[in-house]
């Protein structure tokens, strides 16, 4: 009898109606996995460099993890979190932290956060995604080592997800702060510019007056212009702002 930490065997045995079957089954996961590999190779990518439509890359990198562990548990094991060097098979530790780091670069370069408050919530979320993924996965992992890289992609989930949906599903009414630019500057690096507009006043929830923008906004407003801070409460209770010109929808 096969039980769930066993190896399934997918060709012997003396059916062969079902020999034939499992290798049907074993065909199918690693279709699957070969799709959800296309996927993740895209959409963090995707999300990183060109960010449109914003709120489906969110939730498409957001939901990667979930159906690559889906995919643990539904292939009984013969699809793995890490590779096996005894017994090749597909592995989808990538499909996991990928999806985690876009969604983080995202938020951290579109939006400014009060991090001090998102430390509750991303603790929170790191523990009930550690109980989640091990019900997926229970007596699925058969790699040394995958119980320890499923806590720390709990981890790293449980902070992408915190700051990156309590902006992104945020539907909480801004609350709108005039400024006036004093100063604007660009920095250069191997991977871009960086754009950064210096502000004549600062809130206490404002990490300095001087403030990186999207190049969007720093080309269309002038020294001395007028831009306007929207705040908001965030999907999770904590705050977040963005700069944007007055009048805009944001």
Sequence with gaps: METPNSEPDYGGGNDPQSATG????????????????????????????????HLFLVLVNAALPLAALLLVRASNGEIQIDSDKNKPRPAVAYMLFLPAGALAFDTVFNYYLSYSKAVTPMLTAAVVLAVLFGLIVEGRLRVPGSRAHLLLAAAALGAAYTISLNCALDRSAPEVFPAKVVAKSVT???????????????????????????????????EKGDVCLYRRHGLFGVPWFVVGLCGGAH
């Design 22 to 53: 499992r290798l049907n089954d074993l065909n199918s996961y690693l279709n699957w996995s070969t799709t959800l590999a296309g996927a993740c190779s895209i959409f963090p990518f995707w999300l990183i460099f060109f960010p449109w439509p």
């Design 188 to 222: 250069h690096g191997k991977h871009g510019n960086t754009y950064y507009l210096d502000l004549d006043r600062s809130y206490d929830w404002m990490p300095g007056s001087d403030i990186s923008v999207p190049s969007a906004v720093f080309h269309a407003v002038a």
